[in-house]
C-alpha cells in the first residue's frame, strides 16, 4: 500500500473543514435515516448519536497510528445501509413499562440482534470518518484546529438543515456524501480505492432506489408512505417510519365507523361545536368532521408541513380548501402559547409523533402537548362553557388514568370517557370546567396516576425509573465503549491526563441536552427550532474560541465559578415564568439564561485545550466522555430535567478540580 499523501488541489485548512462537513453531517443523515427504517431507533436516536460519539472519540484516539482508516469508510458505510435495507426493523410497541405508538407485531431481525450491530456499525464508520479528520487536525495547533473544526461542523448542520427544508429524499443526502468522499480521498491501495468508488455508487444507488419509489416521501420527521387503503374510494393509509400513523377517509365513511372521530361532538350538549382549535390536524379527516359536524371556524394545528400538504392534495373532502379553515405549521404546544384567540371546542387529535425530538433527549414531538401545564394553557384558551377533548388508541389503561387525572386536576371535575373497539385502548376524553356544557353517559372513575408535567415530560413512562431495556443498552454502550477504546489501540494512561477534558465532555452534553429540552418548550418542539439550537450552540463555540485566541482571560478557577453559578440561576428560574412573557422577551431571557452557561463552558474548554501537548487524545477524551454524558441524560428519567442543571454543575465542578490536580500551574494563570 503507498502511504497516503495529501492531494494538491485542498490546503490542509479547507481538508479539515470539508473533514468536519463530512463527519456532522453523516452523523445527522445516519440518525434520519437509520431511525426511519429501524423503527425502534426512532424512539432511541441518542443510541446512534452516542454510537456517533464513541466512533469519532476512537478516531481521535488512534490519529497518529499508521495504517489510515478514512479510505475504509464508504465500504463500511455501503455496508450498514446494506444491512439496513435488507432487514428493516418494526418492533412491538406494547410494554406495561413503556409505551411506543406504532405496529402491534415485530418483523426483521431480533432487537437484540439489530441494535448491537447498528450501534457497533455506527461506532466504526464514524471511527473511519474521525480518523480523516482526526489526521487533519494534529497538523495545527490545537486550538486552531478546534476553529477550523467547529466552522465545517457548522457548515453541516446548516448543510442538512437546508436539505430537510426542502424536503430532500436521502439519495440526496448520499450524494452529498459521496461527493466528498470522492473530494477527500487520499491515495491508497488501488482495489481499496476501487471498492470503495463502488461501494459509494452503490450506497447512493440503494438510497435511490428507497427515494424514487413513488409512494415514499420525506418530511423534516418521517419518511412518508402514501398508499390506497382504508375504507371506499377516495381512501389512502399514511405510514411514517414504517408504522401505520394516519388514514384519509371521507366523512360519509367515518361517520359509517365505530370510531373515535365523532365522539367529541356527540358530547356537546348543545350539539354547536362553534370555533374549533384541533391540534394533530395531520391530513384532515377531523378537519373536515368538525366542519361537517357544524363548526364555524377552525384553527386546524399541524406540526408536519408534508403531511399538511398530502391532505390539501388527496382529502377527498377538501377541508383545507374551505375557507371557514385556517391551517397552521406549527407545535401545538407553541401554538397555545402564542395565540390569543378563544374556542368553544379545543381538540386534541391523536397527536402521537412516533419520534424523538432530536438526537438527544427523550423527549417526543407531542411531550410539552400533555402536561399539566399544557392542558392548563388549553384551559385558558376556552371560552365561557368551552370544551376540551382528546382521543387516540392509548395501548394501556394506566395511560388513559393519567390523562383523566391531569383533566380533573385542571378542570376540576372528572372527564366523561368513552372507550370503542378491543383491540389497544381507543378512548376519547371529554371535560368542561362547567359540567353543563358536556352530555355524559359515563365518567371516568379509574386509579388516579401523576400527571406528567413540564419537568418531567415523560407521558408513556408509567412510574419514574429507568425501564429495563434502557438499562440493557446503557449497559452495552458502557462495555462496548471500554473495549473498543483497547480495540482501537488506545492507552487508558494518556487519556488520564485529560480526565477534566472528558468531564467537561460528559457535562457539555448534559447542558446541551437541557438547552435543547428548555427550548422545546419555550418556542415548540419542531425540527427548525431544535436546527436553530444546535447551530447557535456551535456558533457560542466559535465565538468562545475566537475569545480566548484574543482576549486575555480571567483564571480558570474565576471561569468555572461564573460557570456554576449561571447553570444554578438558569435552574433557579421557573420556565413558567418565561413561558408568561411575550414572544420576544422570551427569546431573549432563553438565550441570556441558556446561551449564557454554553458560552463560558466553552470558554473554559476553549482556555484549556489551547495549551494541551497531544490535542487529538485531548480531544478524543472529552468526545468520549460526551458518551458517559450521553449516558447521564437517562437520569432525567427519574429525576426531571430540572435536576440535570444540579449535575452539570457538579461535573464541572469535578473537571475543576481535576484539571488542577492534573496542571497547577495552568489553573493558577489568568
Keep these: 500500500m503507498r502511504a497516503p499523501m495529501q492531494r494538491p488541489d485542498l490546503s490542509p485548512g479547507w481538508r479539515l473543514v470539508l473533514h468536519a462537513f463530512l463527519v456532522l453531517f453523516v452523523e445527522l443523515a445516519l440518525i434520519r435515516w437509520l431511525g426511519s427504517n429501524v423503527v425502534y431507533l426512532s424512539f432511541f436516536s441518542n443510541l446512534v448519536l452516542l454510537g456517533s460519539f464513541l466512533g469519532i472519540g476512537l478516531g481521535f484516539l488512534r490519529a497518529r497510528q499508521p495504517h489510515p482508516l ?63 479528520l482526526a489526521r487533519q487536525f494534529v497538523r495545527f495547533e490545537p486550538l486552531e484546529a478546534y476553529r477550523l473544526d467547529i466552522l465545517g461542523s457548522i457548515a453541516g448542520i446548516v448543510g442538512f438543515t437546508a436539505l430537510s427544508f426542502l424536503g430532500a429524499p436521502p439519495v440526496a443526502w448520499g450524494i452529498v456524501a459521496g461527493l466528498l468522499f470522492l473530494l477527500l480521498m487520499p491515495p491508497a491501495n488501488r ?156 381538540l386534541f387529535a391523536l397527536p402521537d409523533s412516533l419520534t424523538l425530538v432530536s438526537g438527544q433527549s427523550s423527549v417526543r414531538l407531542e411531550s410539552y402537548l400533555f402536561t399539566q401545564e399544557a392542558i392548563e394553557s388549553a384551559r385558558e384558551h376556552l371560552a365561557p362553557g368551552g370544551v376540551f377533548a382528546m382521543y387516540n388508541y392509548y395501548r394501556e389503561d ?10 380533573e386536576r385542571v378542570f ?71 473495549l473498543l477504546v483497547r480495540v482501537a489501540g488506545a492507552r487508558y494512561r494518556p487519556m488520564a491526563g485529560y480526565a477534566d477534558l472528558f468531564l467537561m465532555g460528559a457535562a457539555f452534553l448534559l447542558l446541551e441536552t437541557k438547552s435543547v429540552v428548555q427550548f422545546a418548550l419555550l418556542f415548540g418542539t419542531t425540527w427548525f427550532v431544535n436546527s436553530l439550537v444546535f447551530i447557535g450552540v456551535l456558533l457560542s463555540v466559535y465565538v468562545a474560541i475566537e475569545v480566548v485566541r484574543r482576549v486575555s482571560l480571567p483564571s480558570p478557577a474565576i471561569l468555572f465559578g461564573v460557570l456554576v453559578v449561571s447553570v444554578l440561576v438558569a435552574l433557579a428560574i421557573p420556565l413558567g415564568a418565561l413561558l408568561a412573557l411575550p414572544l420576544p422577551l422570551r427569546f431573549v431571557a432563553a438565550v441570556l439564561l441558556w446561551f449564557t452557561p454554553i458560552f463560558i463552558a466553552n470558554l473554559v474548554f476553549a482556555r484549556r485545550f489551547r495549551d494541551v501537548g497531544e490535542s487529538n487524545v485531548a480531544f478524543g477524551a472529552n468526545l468520549l466522555g460526551s458518551v458517559a454524558g450521553g449516558v447521564l441524560e437517562y437520569a432525567a428519567l427519574v429525576t426531571g430535567y ?6 452539570v454543575a457538579v461535573l464541572y465542578v469535578a473537571a475543576f478540580l481535576a484539571w488542577r490536580r492534573i496542571d497547577p500551574a495552568g489553573v493558577a494563570a489568568s
Excluded: K
Design 412 to 482: 376540576g371535575t372528572p372527564p366523561c370517557l368513552d372507550t370503542v373497539g378491543e383491540r389497544g385502548r381507543q378512548a376519547a376524553l371529554v371535560v368542561s370546567a362547567d359540567p353543563a356544557a358536556v352530555a355524559c353517559d359515563g365518567v371516568w372513575a379509574g386509579t388516579p396516576l401523576e400527571p406528567s408535567h413540564d419537568d418531567y415530560p415523560f407521558l408513556y413512562l408509567r412510574d419514574r425509573g429507568i425501564p429495563g431495556f434502557y438499562l440493557v443498552t446503557i449497559g452495552l454502550i458502557l462495555v462496548a465503549s471500554v
Design 642 to 647: 430540572g435536576l440535570l442543571a444540579i449535575l
Design 70 to 132: 478514512f479510505p475504509y469508510a464508504p465500504i463500511l458505510l455501503g455496508l450498514l445501509v446494506l444491512f439496513v435495507a435488507r432487514f428493516p426493523v418494526q418492533i412491538d410497541r406494547g410494554g406495561s413499562e413503556l409505551i411506543f405508538f406504532g405496529s402491534f407485531s415485530a418483523t426483521g431481525l431480533p432487537t437484540w440482534v439489530t441494535l448491537p450491530v447498528v450501534f457497533l456499525a455506527v461506532a466504526a464508520v464514524m471511527a473511519m470518518l474521525a480518523d480523516g
Design 191 to 346: 482495489w481499496v480505492v476501487v471498492i470503495g468508488v463502488l461501494a459509494i455508487l452503490g450506497t447512493v444507488g440503494l438510497l435511490g432506489r428507497e427515494s424514487l419509489r413513488p409512494q415514499y416521501s420525506w418530511s423534516p420527521y418521517y419518511r412518508v408512505a402514501v398508499s390506497p387503503g382504508g375504507s371506499g374510494a377516495g381512501s389512502y393509509r399514511i405510514d411514517v417510519n414504517g408504522i401505520p400513523h394516519q388514514s384519509i377517509t371521507s366523512v360519509a365513511v367515518v361517520e359509517t365507523l365505530e370510531a373515535l372521530y365523532d365522539r367529541p361532538y356527540d358530547r356537546l350538549a348543545d350539539g354547536d361545536p362553534g370555533r374549533v382549535l384541533i391540534i394533530g390536524a395531520g391530513t384532515g379527516t377531523d378537519v373536515a368532521l368538525a366542519l361537517a359536524r357544524g363548526a364555524t371556524s377552525v384553527d386546524a394545528v399541524e406540526i408536519d408541513p408534508r403531511l399538511l400538504q398530502i391532505g390539501r392534495d388527496l382529502h377527498p373532502d377538501r377541508p383545507y380548501a374551505d375557507p371557514r379553515v385556517t391551517a397552521h405549521v406549527n407545535d401545538g404546544r407553541a401554538f397555545l402559547e402564542q395565540t390569543d384567540a378563544t374556542y368553544d371546542l379545543v
Design 398 to 407: 394506566w395511560l388513559v388514568d393519567r390523562l383523566a387525572t391531569t383533566l
